[in-house]
């Protein structure tokens, strides 16, 4: 199981509660009720420890330690209702301030609506709370006039919302939202006013290029003891990656709700079995149902956990001073996709270590950000891309630093996809550089692919954790032709896989000079290549 699984939720143990906070809000929450049967308020054992750990410990000056609770929990195990509850707290309950501002945010109109119209149910049924609350329903709004406090719920698509003073934010679905503008606007916001809390209720997300994977990344190591925050509460329901994704037993682990009768057993089973016939099911029960955090790819070309294996430092000034061979491969873009020169060297006997330069045109990098929901402006501002002026990529920049490449390194070959290469093959040929082309159809890509993945899988292939790169392999879904070869496929046109592609011809290259290509192909030799 999971090493940052919240054992303390079951396991008895004392929660501080010094002045006692924790139990008054325990004792508001269960005073509510239920709007359809109008029977109180249903706060699980689980619930309630979390309830507690939130409110309960205290700093000596009486203030709140935790400032941002972070709960992973999968669909089904209503994480809305208790954090609309938890809302009700700041918005009429003992935690309300004068003139409390409590934020229900979510990534569009119809998710915000979710949580607002849980807190409105659980308010207008308590026959003591409804008469002094006001709804506005068309501005999404829930008042508490006495106090002048109230909720409110915004989406990350209604534009920014500068201005706002919370009290209390809930970021529901938080692996949905594909913008981090309001994110920032409200977490800034959360900091004018002292005791304000922070709620993230999230079920798994996909890719490690967004927000949602930020926060729960960080949360995950606070769980671990690798960062001493005792500001920030993780509550991390989730599975293993590698589990038996069929284990009924994993599924009560991660459902804190199975044992309540929530979400339904037989309704997990059923989609158990439609997953284990459709792959795209099984995915979406994993991601959904069991919180794997999933990358892009639907059925990726290999397990990116085992990618990350790799992610040992690659020492470019020490390649450098040992002119160790290089190969490099090209692959140039069109108008949409990025464009990316990727190194590669021998690691020791059987070893490979890469390191990519990718480019994008400079004009478009915040339309591309919005497109993929990957951060092209923060890459670019840490070097992680070359941005070129203008909305295409400028070759000429691409040229210069394949030249300046083969400067500095011992490069033997830069290997060419001919398409849209064919003007720098040339200039690069007529100057005298070891220019060739590397097709990317089945004959040539085919027994690269599998030399490559062959290096990841053996845990011979190191690429220094280059976050661009990572993202184009997690994009890769595999095609596979009758004969049983294998090539690259990108599964949305918004996923970019060009990195991978040029890792794996340079890779190829590497191998097969070195007479270390492992593949059963005899047909991969010179004759495919045009020098």
């Known amino acids: 199981m999971s090493d940052t699984f919240p ?134 709004r829930i008042t508490f006039p006495k106090e002048r406090s109230f909720c409110e719920a915004i989406s990350a698509d209604a534009g920014t919302q500068h201005g706002r003073t919370p009290v209390f934010v809930l970021a529901d679905e938080l692996h949905a939202w594909k913008k981090r503008e309001l994110w920032d606007v409200l977490r ?109 790819a639907t059925d990726p070309f290999v397990e990116m956990a085992v990618y990350d294996e790799g992610a040992g430092p690659v020492d470019l000034d020490d390649l450098e001073a040992k002119q160790a061979p290089c190969w490099l491969g090209v692959d140039l873009s069109s108008n949409s996709d990025l464009t990316v020169i990727v190194a590669c060297w021998r690691d020791g006997e059987d070893g ?37 002026p203008g909305n295409v990529v400028d070759f000429r920049a691409v040229e210069d630093q394949v030249r300046e490449l083969c400067a500095r390194f011992n490069v033997q070959e830069i290997a060419f996809d001919p398409h849209l290469a064919r003007n720098m093959l040339n200039n690069l040929l007529e100057d005298g550089f070891p220019a060739v082309e590397m097709r990317q159809g089945w004959v040539t890509m085919a027994p690269a692919v599998k030399e490559l993945e062959r290096a990841i899988i053996g845990r011979r292939f190191r690429h220094g954790g280059h976050p661009v790169l990572r993202w184009n392999f997690s994009n890769i879904e595999v095609r596979t032709d009758p004969a049983g070869n294998r090539t690259f496929h990108k599964g949305k046109s918004r996923d970019k896989i060009d990195g991978a592609v040029a890792a794996a011809m340079a890779l190829a290259r590497c191998a097969a000079d070195e007479g270390a290509m492992t593949t059963s192909q005899d047909w991969f030799n010179d004759d495919m290549w045009t020098v």
């Open 7 to 140: 054992h303390w939720i079951y396991d008895g143990s004392t929660i501080s509660d010094p002045m006692g906070f924790g139990e008054r809000a325990v004792r508001f929450l269960r005073m509510l009720r239920h709007p359809k049967s109008g029977k109180p308020f249903q706060l699980d054992l689980w619930q309630e420890r979390i309830v507690r750990r939130i409110y309960g410990p205290r700093h000596e000056d009486g203030t709140r330690i935790v400032k941002t609770a972070v709960i992973l929990v999968p669909r089904g195990n209503r994480k809305t209702s208790l954090a609309a509850a938890l809302e009700a707290l700041h918005t009429v309950g003992p935690e309300r301030v004068p003139g409390g501002e409590v934020i229900t945010s979510a990534s569009d109109r119809k998710q915000a609506r979710i949580a607002y119209e849980e807190l409105r149910g659980l308010l207008t049924a308590h026959p003591k709370i409804a008469p002094h609350i006001r709804t506005l329903d068309y501005r999404n």
């Open 352 to 388: 490979f270590q890469v390191w990519p330069w990718f480019f994008c045109p400079e004009d478009n990098l915040r339309a591309r950000e919005e497109l993929a929901q990957v951060p092209y402006p923060a890459w670019a501002a840490d070097g992680q891309i070359t941005a070129t």
């Open 188 to 296: 800034s916001g959360l900091v004018k006013t002292p005791g304000s809390l922070l709620v993230v209720a999230t079920t798994a997300g996909r890719g490690q290029e967004n927000i949602a994977w930020d926060i729960v990344n960080d949360a995950r190591r606070v769980a671990r003891g690798e960062v001493d925050d005792p500001s920030i509460l993780p509550v991390l329901f989730e599975a293993p990656a590698d589990c038996d994704w069929t284990d009924e037993e994993i599924w009560f682990r991660v459902n804190p709700g199975l044992r309540h009768g929530y979400p339904d057993i037989e309704g997990l089973r059923q989609l158990a079995r439609e997953g284990q016939r459709r792959i795209g099911d099984r995915e979406a029960f994993r991601q959904l149902n069991l919180n794997i955090w999933l990358d892009h």
